[in-house]
């Protein structure tokens, strides 16, 4: 239970310990100047882990934490110059402050895609400096905030070991809720988006609500930071948070591994002690920093957390032995523990779509009932992608109703659809990097029952009930699909045919009204094709709607119920195998007597 | 009308940064985020040529160009080609860029250094307003340098080249377009017109060590307004973010220039995401 896929579950017993570590170093009696450089890694490693969570996990590279960092040590020292002390309502109010930043930058920055965030965010630390000399009678402009108090907590003064001790707690206390993040099914969902926003709308993801939410979590390790700068000194000056520290801040992040909880405290230490233990070094340090990004960039993805994490898993393989299990996919493996499913009839209803002059679907309409194959067959270019990609809702038709169980969704986003129940497959199985089997099936049930980030950071009830679901579920999708004895090996080590079925326990997890499957024979083999074909046949006499959009005219007519067969962007036949096979204009399409049209996909 | 000239000057300098990032952009979808300071890395060579040596103005334009082109040239090498996952290159240009801005203030520190022009730097009055001679001519040189985009893009093989790979790289290629080598010409040759462009946009700007954290961000002000890809957006993007730089300096006090640029941009974004010159195509799979 423990040791399943340690790369996503990070530890914490480990860190736990390193953290009470750091608390007891005052008592080592360290020297004024190192004690000191530990207390600035910790505020960079704060900001640094923020960034991680929104560059390493939700792939965006933002420099706004800086911004943040400043909206926190500002609201703290304002606070402590009006005579609340109080750390704990300071850092209650900066981490709120960062939030409030990340929010309203993260709106409009979100928006249009990675770069407009990056450039919006960069620009916002340039803002700073600005924001400080408007607002200077409150912030005392380009001097700087002085005349801040000592820092209490419930009227107690800290002092400097106190301040130090109190530093250290409130790091790991943003640690473990990073920690609870990542290694959570929320932390899956961020991998599912960072590998395909496509794939996270399909599964109902909001691609905008995901990633903002990201980010703005991200603020609060920042506004804490400031926060707990702010109250270091006793002072803030406005030339400490400028563009160098955003640059530093993501060095240490690469450094350090974006993709990494702990990485964070490694790279901001590494980073603090070599920039700025010897002033000789100082003028450098924008070379230094830019190597460091280059480098990272281009070679260590990983950043120090990875080569920690290979190191650690080499020592595993080599006590563990060869253990590895070298079960086969048995032919009759799934004895099928769903007993029924709740499949919806999805009805489209004269669909018209143009590109430009282009007429891809012309008035087309299709009928899929629960219980029965439907398959949309039809030459290249006849406009059953289309009709796929306006049902998901990645277009928007001109014209036409679209309705699964008889609710109307033609026009909504992607995700809306999807939450709906429509679930789907893709020509080329969208699988996200080092997830193993068992993880990857589950993130199809993200949005299907969903837990808040409270939840999610303090381990509620609630998410512990869900994550229950989310283990029973898989187990039985996986059963049925008959990968259960794969369920822990790293899901994009699959071959080809096995990804496809590992996208329909997906699809299927989350119990959905309708499934489409996109040309989901294409590549396996005959003895797969067997496979799913029985697969199939099992879903449909449970109950469940499914639609197969296929070139395979011989598996078409083998598998489906019903087939609708589009030409130039009309249903040009439609009805049971038989009656399609009999069709003598569907011969015509298929023997490739009159195939003179140039088509196109 | 003297704060418009000096407000579409320095909005010609902005365009001309994003019209580097257009160069870029169009050829290989990737965004050279240290653009600006390979024209700020120009901008100081002018300075040590044409200050430092005292050289034919001519022959400075040849080398900066030069010069430039090589930076632009390692840095494609070093910091975007190796780079496998196209995010990364964010972060590895971003770190060009703080190299370029350390060795600038190591070699030529951090001071302002003024660079002259060959028209003079006395202000003349044209259409109602004080203007020094570099201003115009800044204007007149990104539209001309506009005008040829379009010219080449449309006239000449390597023009359609680049804009058969900016519609459909695998297509371009399949014709027989060297994609690689015609990302990695856009680049070196976005390089060379930043250079030659900098010995223009020195003597407006000093050369001084934080002018490509500055031009970066305009740049892209300018860029996210027009529209990416867009040549014209460049143009007209930068003019609006030059314009509200002085006027907001001129009218509400200088620490609310970038300020109001940001609420020009925020407003842009909600209004029309794609930029102006640019309609939003739909999502496929």
């Known amino acids: 239970m423990f040791n399943n896929s340690s790369a996503n579950r990070p530890l914490w017993l480990i860190p736990l310990a390193v953290g009470v570590l750091f608390l007891f170093l005052p008592l080592l009696g360290l020297d004024y100047g190192t004690s000191r450089q530990v207390q600035l890694s910790i505020i960079l490693a704060l900001v640094v882990s923020g960034m991680n969570l929104s560059l390493g996990y939700a792939g965006e590279l933002a420099l706004g934490q800086v911004a943040m960092y400043a909206a926190g040590a500002y609201a703290a020292g304002l606070l402590s110059i009006h005579g609340q002390t109080d750390l704990l309502i300071q850092l209650a109010a900066a981490g709120l402050s960062g939030l409030v930043v990340g929010v309203l930058t993260g709106v409009p920055g979100l928006r249009m895609g990675s770069w407009t965030l990056a450039m919006t965010s960069f620009f916002l630390v340039l803002l700073v400096p600005d924001i400080i000399s408007v607002f200077k009678e409150y912030t005392g402009g380009r001097n700087g905030l002085a005349g801040i108090n000592p820092p209490t907590v419930f009227g107690y003064d800290l002092g400097s070991t106190g301040y130090y001790v109190a530093m250290v707690l409130v790091t790991m206390a943003w640690f473990a809720a990073m920690r609870n993040i990542v290694a959570s099914r929320m932390g899956l969902a961020l991998r599912v988006l960072k590998k395909s926003p496509v794939l996270a709308s399909a599964m109902g993801i909001s691609v905008y609500r995901m990633k903002l939410m990201a980010y703005a979590l991200a603020a609060i390790p920042a506004g804490l930071a400031g926060a707990l700068f702010a109250n270091l000194d006793l002072y803030v000056s406005p030339e400490s948070i400028g563009f160098g520290f955003a640059v530093t801040v993501l060095a240490a992040s690469v450094l350090g591994g974006s993709m990494s909880v702990y990485g964070a405290i490694a790279g901001a230490g590494v980073l603090q002690f070599a920039l700025n233990y010897s002033s000789d070094l100082q003028q450098f340090s924008p070379l230094i920093a830019g190597v460091i990004l280059i480098v990272g960039g281009v070679a260590l993805t990983g950043g120090l957390a990875g080569m920690g994490e290979t190191t650690v898993r080499w020592l595993g393989a080599r006590l563990a032995g060869a253990g590895n299990d070298n079960a086969r996919a048995s032919a009759g493996a799934s004895a099928g523990t769903l007993d029924h499913i709740d499949g919806q009839p999805l009805i489209a209803n004269d669909v018209s779509k143009s590109f430009g002059g282009n007429q891809a679907l012309d008035g087309v309409s299709l009928q899929a009932m629960p219980g029965a194959i439907t398959a949309l067959i039809g030459p290249n270019g006849s406009g059953k992608t289309t009709l796929l990609n306006i049902i998901c809702g990645f277009y928007r038709g001109q014209s036409g109703e679209i309705s699964l169980g008889g609710k109307e969704m033609h026009g909504l986003a992607p995700d809306r659809v999807a939450r709906l129940g429509v679930s789907r497959t893709f020509q080329t199985p969208h699988i996200p990097d080092q997830l193993t089997v068992k993880e990857v099936v589950i993130t199809g049930r993200y949005t299907h029952e969903q837990a808040s980030i409270l939840g999610v950071l303090f381990r509620s009830p609630r998410y512990r009930r869900i994550v229950r679901n989310d283990e029973r579920d898989a187990k039985r999708v996986l059963e049925l699909v008959g990968l259960a004895h794969l369920e822990s090996v790293v899901a994009t080590s699959l071959p080809l045919g096995q990804r496809r079925l590992l996208e329909l326990a997906r699809c299927l997890i989350s119990n959905p009204g309708a499934i489409l499957l996109d040309e989901v024979a294409s590549g396996l083999d005959e003895n797969e094709i067997k496979v799913l074909s029985r697969i199939l046949r099992e879903l449909r006499d449970k109950g469940s709607t499914i639609v197969l959009v296929e070139h395979n005219f011989q598996l078409v007519t083998s598998l489906a119920d019903q087939i609708f067969v589009l030409a130039q962007g009309r249903v040009m036949s439609s009805g049971t195998p038989e009656h399609v096979r009999a069709d003598p204009k569907v011969k015509r399409e298929y023997l490739g007597v009159d195939t003179g049209n140039g088509d196109q996909e | ?285």
């Open chain 2, 1 to 285: 009308m003297t704060l418009v000239w000096g407000g579409l000057a320095l909005g010609a300098i902005y365009a001309l940064v994003a019209i580097g990032y257009n160069i870029v952009y169009l050829s290989a979808k990737t965004f050279n985020f240290a653009h600006a300071q390979l024209l700020m890395l120009g901008v100081f060579v002018t300075y040590t040529c044409l200050m430092e040596w005292r050289l034919p103005w001519l022959l400075v334009i040849v080398l900066a160009a030069a010069a430039v082109a090589v930076v632009a040239a390692i840095e494609n090498l070093v910091a975007v080609r190796p780079v496998k996952d196209v995010h990364n290159i964010l972060v590895t240009t971003l770190g060009a860029s703080t190299f370029l801005d350390g060795t600038v203030s190591l070699i030529w520190g951090n001071q302002p250094l003024a660079v002259s022009f060959p028209l003079g730097g006395n202000a003349i009055d044209l259409l109602g307003g004080r203007v020094y001679p570099i201003e115009p001519i800044l204007i007149l040189l990104v539209i001309v340098i506009v005008l040829a985009d379009f010219w080449i893009s449309r006239r000449f093989l390597v023009g359609l080249a680049l804009r058969a790979m900016s519609e459909d790289p695998e297509a371009a290629q399949l014709r027989g377009v060297n994609i690689r080598a015609m990302a990695f010409g856009a680049f070196v040759a976005a390089g060379a017109l930043a250079g030659a462009a900098a010995v223009f946009v020195g003597p407006k700007t000093f050369a001084v060590s934080t002018l490509g954290d500055s031009l970066a961000l305009k740049g892209f002000v300018a860029l996210a307004i027009g529209g990416f890809g867009s040549m014209p957006g460049a143009l007209v993007g930068g003019a609006a973010v030059g314009l509200v730089e002085i006027l907001a300096a001129r009218y509400l006090g200088g620490e609310y220039s970038n300020p109001m640029i940001f609420v020009m941009l925020l407003t842009v974004f909600i209004i029309r995401p794609a930029g102006l010159f640019v309609h939003s195509s739909e999502r496929t799979v």
